[in-house]
């Protein structure tokens, strides 16, 4: 690793590239696996997004306007080699091991692209899918890695029917006769449920924080539990598109109202500050706290409808016990 970045240092050229394989530095760097891959591949990004870049056949270096644009393309993290395989490819033609889910993200965060096709129409997913049918059914641990890269995938929506070259999906060969396939089927099955199921008469239908009328006010207990286990991270995606950040916000207060007494007065200074803080969290910023908060205080009752945050808490001191009033809060509809 102190080798690879003193010769970045030195003005090593990050984009050169082999006169044959065409593979630059990226390339030969996930060929291997190993312990230092994920740093070394780190190094290796944060210098790619700098310029002193030239083509692939290094014949002229690229004007400034085109080095602007290569580096909005994300070129270095999706540049391809001979066979047409960018880095994404190379990484998961290796069997799977610990470190594949960590070099999988950083490559994602830097733009990699999970769809590209190479000189056979397969992209990184197929690759992937081969690799799964590959591992012997007593190899739990790499059952389990393949089962967190799909949480990856799905997040970054590379989950879908994208067809190779011979007509093959992807997801039909990895699967096959494999026990993630259930997993992810259920993960689709319960997101069709929460899409298709509506109440009339639901408070979130009728503040009017979901437009399509799919989100069910009676299900957000359930849906926080959850999205605190990890289980479906579909579920929170769904929550930040379709329910307000005054919805979030109103959930937080009910939750600081119904904390323990001693911590009241806690919970009044949290409360105060509330107005404040919504300007500067967004909603997926907001929906952590609220399944952070929900959890601490181990509440699983279902969703109180409420029409009005004007309230007051019952505070309790040495001289007894006095009344706090809460101003109004008005809430964003963002």
């Not at 590209?116 to 799964?132: C, D, E, H, K, W």
């Amino acid at each position: 690793v102190e080798i690879v970045e003193c010769l970045l240092k030195l003005g090593a050229d990050i984009f050169t590239v082999a006169e044959k394989s065409f593979d630059n530095a990226l390339h030969l760097a996930l060929q291997g696996i190993h312990s230092n891959t994920l740093n070394i591949m780190r190094i290796l990004l944060r210098y790619g997004s700098k310029a002193n870049i030239c083509n692939y056949a290094k014949k002229a270096k690229f004007l400034p306007v085109e080095i602007v644009k290569s580096l909005k393309s994300r070129l270095f993290v999706n540049i391809v080699n001979a066979n047409g395989d960018t880095p994404m490819h190379l990484v998961l033609q290796h069997s799977l091991n610990n470190s594949i889910k960590d070099i999988i993200i950083e490559l994602l965060l830097y733009g990699g692209d999970l769809t590209s096709m190479n000189n056979l129409g397969r992209n990184p997913i197929f690759y992937f899918a081969t690799r799964v049918q590959e591992i012997p059914p007593n190899e739990i641990n790499q059952m389990d890695i393949a089962k967190e890269l799909v949480k990856v995938f799905i997040k970054f929506g590379a989950i879908k029917n994208n067809f190779d070259s011979q007509i093959f999906s992807p997801l039909h060969l990895f699967f096959k006769d494999s026990y993630i396939c259930n997993w992810t089927l259920d993960c689709k099955h319960e997101l069709s449920l929460l899409e298709k199921e509506t109440v009339s008469d639901s408070y979130i239908l009728n503040s009017k924080t979901c437009e399509d009328k799919c989100v069910l006010s009676h299900m957000l207990d359930r849906i926080f539990e959850i999205c605190d286990r990890h289980e479906y991270p579909i579920y929170e995606e769904l929550l930040v598109s379709k329910i307000s950040k005054s919805d979030l916000l109103k959930r937080l207060t009910k939750l600081v109202l119904n904390k323990l007494p001693y911590q009241r007065k806690t919970n009044f200074a949290i409360l105060s500050i509330l107005p404040y803080v919504m300007q500067y969290l967004n909603k997926q910023d907001l929906l952590s706290w609220v399944i952070a908060f929900a959890v601490q205080s181990s509440l699983k009752a279902p969703l109180l409808k409420c029409t009005s945050l004007k309230r007051s808490i019952c505070d309790s001191s040495s001289n007894g016990n006095y009344i706090v009033p809460i101003k109004t809060i008005k809430f964003s509809n963002e």
